[in-house]
């Protein structure tokens, strides 16, 4: 995130805690309990075996993603059909593809859901979930967030959305001297070309990347760049390393002089859906329908290497409006819609500056999506 930007969340974040800390939040019980489904009764879900869920302590790198059968789980329609908002910084990005998808086959509307995308950059769908204006918010716990739910705001982070594929080297690069490599690079004193900050999720996966080649992430420098300008200034030597997302990272892989150092950790997302509290308490069945249909989505179009699919492929970059040869020019995403076991804890030891210290109790709720597969933990 950029600095600007991540300091307009900060300003907004604050301007609502002041705001609950004069009158009785709505955004808290105050209590610090889980929210979510609560005692809900959780049933087997056909189409969803064993391999629907897998253990969130499993770190494993190469762990499979839980997946049900295509079509499952099966859409179960809302006596009422309901009308949902979920804020995205994005339309024209691959991880979003899931959600767009739901919509473009009525996924959604199979469960009794009028769901509509809105674009909104994070600082400003914030409060806006906090205050239960939009319902969901397609991001990622970053340290506004998890500051804004440390103060009282009733967000939780209720299913994950992607890790790299293998192949995917989409992350941290460098521009090598003296007889450096990708095995042994010293980035202390380096400066540092991304659109990202230390208050985004990438810190996490930048902080990694960055301990194995003698920095860290207040070792380096920081030069704040637009999106159009990281590579450039890569390449023109502006500045020794970069953050290079897909598929922007193809035009310096193999190339004499640069090193991929590391990118976001393969199995673990870092981002997601996250609720505000009209789907964590007043109105769960939709919370649960709209994952329901999120993951029956991932089931039948994104379980596997979706980007084998040249038919698939073409549907997407119309869907997305990105060029079929910019997505074909980087491996398929591994979608996965579970949360690892301790990533909100790992996260903020990333952006610790920022004080956000939120246990994963507050910030994390696993039980909506373990209903819609019907799993009973």
């Known amino acids: 995130m950029r600095g600007r930007t991540y300091g307009a969340a900060v300003v907004a974040v604050a301007a609502l805690l002041?705001?609950?800390?004069?009158?009785?939040?709505?955004?808290?019980?105050?209590?610090?309990?889980?929210?979510?489904?609560?005692?809900?009764?959780?049933?087997?879900?056909?189409?969803?075996?064993?391999?629907?869920?897998?253990?969130?302590?499993?770190?494993?790198?190469?762990?499979?993603?839980?997946?049900?059968?295509?079509?499952?789980?099966?859409?179960?329609?809302?006596?009422?059909r309901r009308?949902?908002?979920?804020?995205?910084?994005?339309?024209?990005?691959?991880?979003?593809?899931?959600?767009?998808?739901?919509?473009?086959?009525?996924?959604?509307k199979a469960e009794g859901l009028d769901v509509t995308l809105?674009?909104?950059?994070?600082?400003?769908?914030?409060?806006?979930?906090?205050?239960?204006?939009?319902?969901?918010?397609?991001?990622?716990?970053?340290?506004?967030?998890?500051?804004?739910?440390?103060?009282?705001f009733d967000i939780k982070w209720v299913a994950g959305n992607f890790s790299p594929g293998p192949g995917s080297k989409s992350g941290l690069?460098?521009?090598?001297?003296?007889?450096?490599?990708?095995?042994?690079?010293?980035?202390?004193?380096?400066?540092?070309?991304?659109?990202?900050?230390?208050?985004?999720?990438?810190?996490?996966?930048?902080?990694?990347?960055?301990?194995?080649?003698?920095?860290?992430?207040?070792?380096?420098?920081?030069?704040?760049?637009?999106?159009?300008?990281?590579?450039?200034?890569?390449?023109?030597?502006?500045?020794?390393?970069?953050?290079?997302?897909?598929?922007?990272w193809r035009k310096v892989d193999g190339r004499p002089g640069y090193a991929f150092l590391g990118g976001q950790p393969s199995g673990e997302p870092l981002g997601g859906l996250l609720y505000g509290r009209t789907l964590l308490h007043d109105d769960v069945d939709a919370g649960v329908a709209l994952l329901r249909a999120y993951i029956r989505t991932v089931?039948?179009?994104?379980?596997?290497?979706?980007?084998?699919?040249?038919?698939?492929?073409?549907?997407?970059?119309?869907?997305?409006?990105?060029?079929k040869a910019v997505l074909e020019a980087t491996p398929s995403l591994r979608m996965d819609w579970e949360i690892r076991k301790g990533t909100t804890t790992r996260l903020q030891a990333a952006y610790r500056a920022q004080g956000a210290t939120v246990p994963e109790s507050r910030a994390v709720d696993r039980t909506l999506y373990e209903e819609a597969v019907g799993h009973a933990p």
């Open 18 to 80: 002041a705001s609950a800390a004069c009158s009785s939040s709505p955004y808290s019980d105050g209590s610090g309990a889980k929210a979510g489904t609560g005692e809900r009764t959780i049933s087997p879900v056909e189409g969803c075996g064993k391999a629907s869920w897998t253990d969130p302590a499993d770190l494993a790198p190469d762990r499979t993603p839980a997946r049900c059968e295509p079509l499952a789980p099966s859409a179960e329609p809302l006596a009422k």
């Open 83 to 108: 009308k949902i908002t979920i804020a995205t910084g994005t339309l024209s990005a691959e991880y979003v593809a899931p959600l767009e998808a739901a919509v473009d086959k009525g996924e959604f």
């Open 118 to 152: 809105k674009v909104l950059p994070t600082p400003d769908a914030l409060p806006l979930l906090a205050k239960g204006d939009i319902d969901a918010l397609w991001a990622a716990p970053e340290a506004a967030v998890m500051n804004g739910i440390k103060g009282g």
């Open 173 to 248: 690069w460098v521009r090598t001297k003296n007889g450096e490599t990708a095995a042994r690079v010293k980035m202390a004193g380096r400066t540092l070309g991304t659109m990202i900050g230390k208050g985004s999720v990438i810190a996490y996966a930048m902080q990694k990347a960055l301990s194995r080649h003698d920095g860290g992430l207040d070792e380096i420098q920081y030069r704040q760049l637009g999106s159009a300008d990281v590579l450039t200034a890569l390449q023109n030597g502006g500045v020794d390393s970069a953050w290079l997302l897909d598929p922007i």
């Open 299 to 323: 089931n039948t179009y994104f379980a596997a290497d979706y980007k084998k699919d040249a038919a698939f492929v073409a549907y997407l970059s119309k869907l997305l409006k990105i060029d």
